[in-house]
């Protein structure tokens, strides 16, 4: 058996996520159903980071197992031909026997883009969240900062229900750092770890600071619980991007 590695790129806006689910269009089923075109046998897939219906990936990983023969080249175009057009491989390798895309992961890179403008979008409107008042993304990122380091996120999760529930809501974020580029404010951040929909409410916290309704200190409260998380606005899943997916 060999095990295959894709890097794939998605357009998330008409899939109910990464994960396979019954009677939904999934990025997972979608990939197995084209790689089972090509090899001719039933194949399941594992994925790096399950992401949300809605969002989407410049840099997920997936790897499966497989006996089929084919150049990794010519496996991954024979398979490329076979996906719908908003979905695609944009790498693939060979690996380990050991490898597995989600558990041999050591960090995810995510990265929120905010349309920070009167006018809402229109030719890129799947892929920003629209905030019509100004935001001082210095201070975001001022106030991001406090997010960096090993910190219990328990209270920036989204619901665990139907999913897998993790052993720990503790996590590591290596960086997060937001910045403005035009009409354009961006939030990017690489983590050991994401809980479900973490992303999307630190990214609704960060809209409050930048419209200076919370303070780096308050952040610290809810980190530490002696405070619940200030009520804010779960960003919406269409301004969110899988970015990267590191390795050993």
Known sequence: MRTIRLTIAYDGTDFSGFQAQVGRRTVQETIEVAIQGVIGSPVRVAGAGRTDAGVHAAGQV??????????????ARAINAQLPADVGIVGAMEASQEFHARYSARARGYRYTISNAPARPVLDRHFV???????????????????????DFAAFSGTLRGRERPTTTVRTIFRIHCWRT???????????????????????????????????????????????RVPTVTAPAHGLCLTNVWYD
């Not at 997936?62 to 496996?75: C, G, N, Q, R, Y």
């Not at 969240?129 to 910190?151: I, K, N, S, T």
């Open 182 to 228: 035009a009409e354009r404010v961006v939030i990017d951040l690489a983590a050991d770890g994401f809980l479900p929909r973490m992303v999307r409410n630190l990214t609704g916290t960060l809209v409050r600071a930048g419209m200076n309704q919370l303070s780096g200190a308050e952040v610290r409260d809810m980190l530490t619980g002696q405070r619940p």
């Open 129 to 151: 969240f629209h905030w019509r008042a100004w935001l001082d993304e210095g201070r975001m990122d001022e106030v991001a900062q406090e997010f960096a380091g090993r910190h």
């Open 62 to 75: 997936v790897s499966f197992a497989t006996k089929s023969e084919l150049p990794i080249d010519h496996l």
